[in-house]
C-alpha cells in the first residue's frame, strides 16, 4: 500500500495528525485545495488562539512548539467572566499551574505546522488539488485527484473544515447551529496594562472579549449580530476603540488599533458519525465549536491523539488499521469527551446572548453562584490546566 492515510486539508488538523502519524511510523498523502504559497506562509488571520497545556504538550511532542519565539506565546493567568459593565462576575484560577493556558497566533501554527511535514519522506502533500473521486474497496480506499493523481490508503482522514465536502460525500449527517451572530477578531495596543487576565464581558447585544497578549496588547473579540457587526466595522478606528473601552470596566488608556479587523460567521457543527468504512473525521470536520470557550483547536488535537492511539494498538497488534472495530473504538472517545462541552457551549451561547430581562437576570445569578462554588471552579480549572478534556461529567448514555 502506497500510503496508510489520504488526509482531506492541510489545515491545522490536518498537518499535525499527519506529523503524528508520521513520527508513529506511518505514511500520509495530504490533499490541501489551496495553493502552496497559502499553507508555506500563511497571512495573519486575526484568531489569536487560547491553547490548554495538554494541547501545549501535544505541539511541544510534535516539534512545533519550539518554534514559537517567547514573544509570539502569551499566558492566561487569571480569567474574569462579566455579567454586563458591572454586573456580577465570575473569577477563575488554577492552583495547579502558575497560568490556566496560552495563546499563539493560529497562522504561526499552521505555518510551524507545514515546516515540520515540508521535509519529512513519509508525507507527501498535493496542493492545488481536490478529491474528485472516492472508491471504497474493502481493503483500501482509491481516491483520484482533479490532477488525474490515483492514490490508495488505508484510511482517508477528512480534516477540511466545519463545512467538509468529504464527510458529505461518505452521508454523514452533522447537527449545524446557527448562532445568527458573527464574531469580529483584531489586536488592539493600549496603554494600561492587561496583567495577563483574560476578560469576557456579557453585555446586552453582545460579547466583547480580551484575550492578553505580550507587550500591552490583546486580541480583541466581539460577537453580536450580523447588521450590528457592520455597523460597528463601518466606524472609524477612533470610534471603533472607543466602542471597545465603553463596554470594559477596566481603563485601558490610551487604545490604538494595531490590526485588520477579521469577521466570521458563527456556525457550530457537530458531525453525526466521526467514522464510516476505512473513513474517519478529525478537527473541525468532526466537531467545529463555537469559539466562546475556545476549544476548537484543542478538541481538534484532541481527536488526533485519541485517534492515533487507537491506530498504534491495532498497528502492534498486526490489526487493520481501517477496521470498524479501531475507527469506532476513536469514534466512541471523541464523542464522550467532546458532546457534553459542545452542549454546554451552546446553551451557555443563547443565555449569553439572549437580550431578554429574564435571561440577563438568569446569567447575572448564574454567574454570581458559580463564582461561590468553589468545587466547581476548582474542577473547571483543573480540568483545564490537568489535561484539556472536557470539565463535564461523563454521561452514562453517550456510549
Ligand atoms: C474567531 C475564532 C477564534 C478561535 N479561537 C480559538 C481558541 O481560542 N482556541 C482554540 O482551540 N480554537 C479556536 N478557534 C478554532 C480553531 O481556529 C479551529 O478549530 C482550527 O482552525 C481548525 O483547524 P482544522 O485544520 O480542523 O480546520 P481549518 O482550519 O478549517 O482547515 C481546513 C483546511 O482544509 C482545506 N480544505 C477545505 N476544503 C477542502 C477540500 N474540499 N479539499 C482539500 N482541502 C480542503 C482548507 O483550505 C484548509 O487548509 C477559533 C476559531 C475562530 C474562527
Known amino acids: 500500500m502506497e500510503y496508510d492515510f489520504i488526509v482531506n486539508g492541510a489545515g491545522p488538523s490536518g498537518l499535525c495528525f499527519a506529523a503524528l502519524a508520521s513520527k508513529n511510523g506511518f505514511r500520509c498523502a495530504i490533499i490541501e485545495k489551496q495553493a502552496k504559497e497559502a499553507i508555506e506562509a500563511p497571512e495573519f488571520d486575526g484568531r489569536d488562539i487560547a491553547l490548554t497545556h495538554k494541547s501545549k504538550e501535544i505541539l511541544e511532542d510534535l516539534g512545533i512548539w519550539v518554534q514559537f519565539s517567547p514573544d509570539t506565546i502569551s499566558t492566561i493567568n487569571k480569567a474574569i467572566v462579566n455579567n454586563g459593565k458591572n454586573d456580577g462576575k465570575m473569577t477563575l484560577e488554577s492552583n495547579l499551574a502558575p497560568n490556566l493556558a496560552y495563546v499563539v497566533s493560529n497562522h504561526l501554527v499552521r505555518q510551524y505546522a507545514h515546516d515540520i511535514v515540508k521535509n519529512d519522506n513519509n508525507i507527501k502533500i498535493f496542493f492545488d488539488n481536490e478529491i474528485v473521486k472516492i472508491d471504497n474497496r474493502l481493503e483500501f480506499v482509491n481516491v483520484s485527484l482533479n490532477d488525474g493523481t490515483n492514490l490508495n490508503?488505508?484510511?482517508?482522514?477528512?480534516?477540511?473544515?466545519?463545512?467538509?465536502?468529504?464527510?458529505?460525500?461518505?452521508?454523514?449527517?452533522?447537527?449545524?447551529?446557527?448562532?445568527?451572530?458573527?464574531?469580529?477578531?483584531?489586536?488592539?495596543?493600549?496603554?494600561?496594562?492587561?496583567?495577563?487576565?483574560?476578560?469576557?464581558?456579557?453585555?446586552?447585544?453582545?460579547?466583547?472579549?480580551?484575550?492578553?497578549?505580550?507587550?500591552?496588547?490583546?486580541?480583541?473579540?466581539?460577537?453580536?449580530?450580523?447588521?450590528?457587526?457592520?455597523?460597528?466595522?463601518?466606524?472609524?478606528?477612533?470610534?471603533?476603540?472607543?466602542?471597545?473601552?465603553?463596554?470594559?470596566?477596566?481603563?485601558?488608556?490610551?487604545?490604538?488599533?494595531?490590526?485588520?479587523?477579521?469577521?466570521?460567521?458563527?456556525?457550530?457543527?457537530?458531525?453525526?458519525?466521526?467514522?464510516?468504512?476505512?473513513?474517519?473525521?478529525?478537527?473541525?470536520?468532526?466537531?467545529?465549536?463555537?469559539?466562546?470557550?475556545?476549544?476548537?483547536?484543542?478538541?481538534?488535537?484532541?481527536?488526533?491523539?485519541?485517534?492515533?492511539?487507537?491506530?498504534?494498538?491495532?498497528?502492534?497488534?498486526?490489526?487493520?488499521?481501517?477496521?470498524?472495530?479501531?475507527?469506532?473504538?476513536?469514534?466512541?472517545?471523541?464523542?464522550?469527551?467532546?458532546?457534553?462541552?459542545?452542549l454546554t457551549t451552546a446553551s451557555i451561547v443563547n443565555l449569553y446572548t439572549n437580550d431578554t430581562l429574564p435571561a440577563s437576570l438568569a446569567r447575572k445569578a448564574l454567574i454570581n453562584i458559580a463564582d461561590k462554588m468553589a468545587p466547581i471552579k476548582a474542577l473547571m480549572m483543573n480540568k483545564l490546566v490537568d489535561n484539556g478534556r472536557s470539565f463535564l461529567p461523563k454521561l452514562p448514555f453517550l456510549n
Not at 464581558?201 to 496588547?217: D, I, K, S, W
Not at 494595531?258 to 457537530?270: N, T
Request: charge should be positive; charged fraction near 20%; include cysteine.
Open 153 to 342: 490508503a488505508k484510511v482517508l482522514i477528512a480534516a477540511d473544515s466545519r463545512f467538509s465536502t468529504i464527510r458529505k460525500r461518505y452521508g454523514i449527517s452533522a447537527s449545524m447551529l446557527d448562532f445568527g451572530k458573527t464574531m469580529v477578531v483584531c489586536r488592539i495596543k493600549h496603554e494600561i496594562s492587561h496583567e495577563f487576565i483574560a476578560n469576557e464581558c456579557f453585555g446586552n447585544g453582545y460579547t466583547l472579549a480580551l484575550l492578553p497578549l505580550n507587550e500591552n496588547v490583546s486580541s480583541a473579540v466581539i460577537t453580536m449580530k450580523p447588521n450590528q457587526i457592520d455597523e460597528l466595522l463601518a466606524k472609524s478606528d477612533k470610534e471603533f476603540t472607543n466602542w471597545i473601552q465603553e463596554r470594559f470596566e477596566k481603563p485601558l488608556g490610551k487604545i490604538e488599533l494595531i490590526s485588520e479587523k477579521f469577521a466570521y460567521p458563527l456556525v457550530g457543527v457537530y458531525a453525526n458519525s466521526f467514522i464510516a468504512p476505512r473513513f474517519a473525521t478529525i478537527g473541525d470536520a468532526a466537531v467545529g465549536m463555537h469559539p466562546v470557550t475556545a476549544h476548537g483547536f484543542n478538541f481538534g488535537l484532541l481527536s488526533i491523539t485519541t485517534l492515533m492511539n487507537s491506530l498504534i494498538k491495532a498497528k502492534k497488534r498486526n490489526q487493520d488499521i481501517g477496521s470498524a472495530q479501531v475507527l469506532g473504538e476513536y469514534n466512541r472517545k471523541h464523542r464522550l469527551d467532546t458532546l457534553p462541552l459542545y
